[in-house]
């Protein structure tokens, strides 16, 4: 393999990490302020006996947030669901081949998620929270950034699958 191709692996496998590394704080921040909120929703209601009417839908766009945005971790650690009973059976160089079909299909859901999301939270900037004086367009905007990522992770991880020699390269010691 030449080394430029070698070379666009590597920088993009370091691109890839250093956004799943964001990604991934950004999750933990939105998972502890998620919990915060529901122990403000459990104490205000058994505790002092006061209903805490915001905690309740503040928690769901909380966990929409984090798990949409959780699943570009997935891909950049190629820990997305898959069947590969079957397909470590075969050689690498076949493998790779697959993975590139798979990624293919996956970035086609993906793109066709984000297009339609795009619509979507568009459509959410005239819809109105209940609770809160905000729009809809914050918490509908959670599928297509998540899905853009999910996207610019399937390219960086697709470019260093094919050109790395071995797979997946940076997170082999995680497995």
């Keep these: 393999m030449n080394a430029k191709m070698q070379n666009l692996g590597d920088k993009s496998a370091v691109l890839s990490a250093r956004l799943n590394r964001w990604v991934e704080l950004l999750c933990a921040a939105i998972i502890g302020v998620l ?15 006061l209903p805490v009417t915001w905690a309740e839908e503040l928690a769901r766009y909380l966990m929409i947030w984090g798990a949409l945005l959780a699943v570009s971790c997935g891909v950049a650690r190629r820990e997305h669901v898959a069947v590969t009973a079957l397909l470590h059976r075969f050689p690498i160089r076949i493998r790779r081949w697959f993975d590139v079909a798979i990624d293919a299909l996956a970035f086609a859901f993906f793109a066709f998620l984000c297009y339609f999301g795009i619509g979507m939270t568009q459509q959410g900037a005239t819809q109105f929270a ?22 610019v992770q399937l390219v960086l991880m697709g470019l260093r699958d094919f050109t790395v020699a071995g797979l997946p390269a940076p997170f082999a010691e995680d497995e």
Excluded at 36 to 46: A, K, L, M, Q, T
Excluded at 130 to 151: G, K, R, Y
């Design 130 to 151: 209940s609770i809160f004086d905000m729009t809809m367009a914050i918490p509908f905007a959670a599928v297509p950034v998540s899905s853009a990522l999910v996207c």
């Design 35 to 49: 919990v915060i909120d529901i122990w403000i929703g459990v104490f205000g209601r058994y505790v002092f006996e």
